[in-house]
């Protein structure tokens, strides 16, 4: 599975950072940092992590 994230919609909100904190995490400018290509492990959370974001900035590309 490969994660990517629109920043340019992302708002910050951290549901996925909930969801998903070994994927999804902020830096210390509160900017949102994620593992492109997470284990096979986390795929669940991931799933979580990308229906929880309120403006659908999270795209699960399934392989
Ligand atoms: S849940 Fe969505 S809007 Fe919130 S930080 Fe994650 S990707 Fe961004």
Redesign the pocket.
């Known amino acids: 599975m490969r994660v990517e994230?629109d920043l340019a919609v992302?708002?910050?909100?951290?549901?996925?950072?909930f969801a998903a904190p070994e994927v999804?995490a902020f830096d210390d400018d509160e900017r949102?940092t994620y593992v492109a290509e997470p284990a096979a492990e986390l795929s669940t959370a991931v799933r979580a992590?990308a229906a929880?974001?309120?403006?659908r900035?999270?795209t699960l590309v399934e392989g």
Request: glycine share 6%; net charge negative.
């Open positions: 994230v992302c708002e910050n909100h951290g549901q996925c950072v999804f949102l992590a929880s974001c309120p403006v900035a999270i």
